[in-house]
Every structure is written in structure tokens, then in C-alpha cells.
């Protein structure tokens, strides 16, 4: 698992950036716009754990770059006036799919959790690849307290970044890739009934 690679940061920063541009907190004071961006790198975190498992998927994406946001941007209506602007060059680290499951992610808290489960599962506790802060009992998941267990600040902060029907335009892009990753049963979307 790549873990918290060096390589991954540039693709993790701007979709962070990119996720809480495009669903800001509803009040613009400091510790809401902080609660929802650590929301959002959570769940990017993960996703981009998910999506490039092996240290060589990280180094590999370093190298080719992730693909960039245009997709997205149309997707939710925020192209930039002019995306050859310097200021919008980190558009080009977004990763759209690392984005899409980091939509489902914070959409459904179930998913959350599995999703840091597996993550877990596949992160080797003793290993000496340096972390923002030591491992506590518990583990990897702790980690993740704010995507798989938001106290009603956090909810409250990211009303909008965690909302179903708002992320949905997003989470349904790859949707089905991450189901299939962390072994979802699809009984729900066979049904016709929406999630």
C-alpha cells in the first residue's frame, strides 16, 4: 500500500483544493473553512490510498500526473474564466476519480469507514514511513475521525462537501470502480432504488 507517499502530496493537495472550492462551508469564518477542508483531505486521502495502492502506482502518477479537473469543473460548473492562468495551474494535480470516490466517501459514512478499513488493512502498523503524527491504540482509523465519525461541528461546517444529492454529479463518475474495490454489493442499484 503507498501510504502516505511523498509522491501522492501534489495529487492530494489539489484535490482537496479542488473538492472544497467547489462545496465551501456555508459561513466563511476560519474554523469552518478548516473543518471542511480536513473533511475533504480525509476523504482524498483515502481515495488517493485506494486508487494508487503500491508505491510504484504513486510513482507512476507522479510522473504521467493524474489528468487534471476539466471534467470535473464542467461536471459542477466551475471552469475557471481562464484555466491557463497561473493561479489555476494545481488543476492540473486533480485526479478525477480520486475525487469521485472521495465524493462517495463523505456522501455515505458506511463507505467511510470501509474504505478506511481497507486502507488500514493494507497499511502495515510498524512500519517506519513518516506520518503527520504518531499512530495511537487503535490505529490507522483514528486518523480518519472526522470522514467516518464527524462530531455536529464538522457536520455543520461541511454541510454542503457532504451532501448526497450535491455530490452526486461527482460520486457517480466512478462510483461503481470503488464499489467493486471495497466489495459493495450493488442490491440497491439493481432494484432501481437511489442511494
Known sequence: MAGPSAELSPVIAA???WLARAY???TADSVALTLAELQARQAVTVAAWLRYPTPI???LVAIAGPGG???LDWRVGSE???EMADEEGWRTWVDEVVVSWAACLLADPALAVRGVDSVAAAVPPADDRPRPRPRRPGGLPSEFR???APDPRDRAAAALLRHPDLLE???AMHRADLYYL???ERAAENLGVPQ
Request: hydrophobic share 40%.
Open 69 to 71: 479537473s476539466a471534467v
Open 169 to 171: 454529479p461527482v460520486a
Open 182 to 184: 471495497l466489495g459493495v
Open 24 to 26: 465551501p462551508p456555508a
Open 80 to 82: 475557471p474564466d481562464d
Open 146 to 148: 472526522r470522514l467516518t
Open 15 to 17: 484535490s482537496t483544493h
Open 57 to 59: 502506482d504513486a510513482a
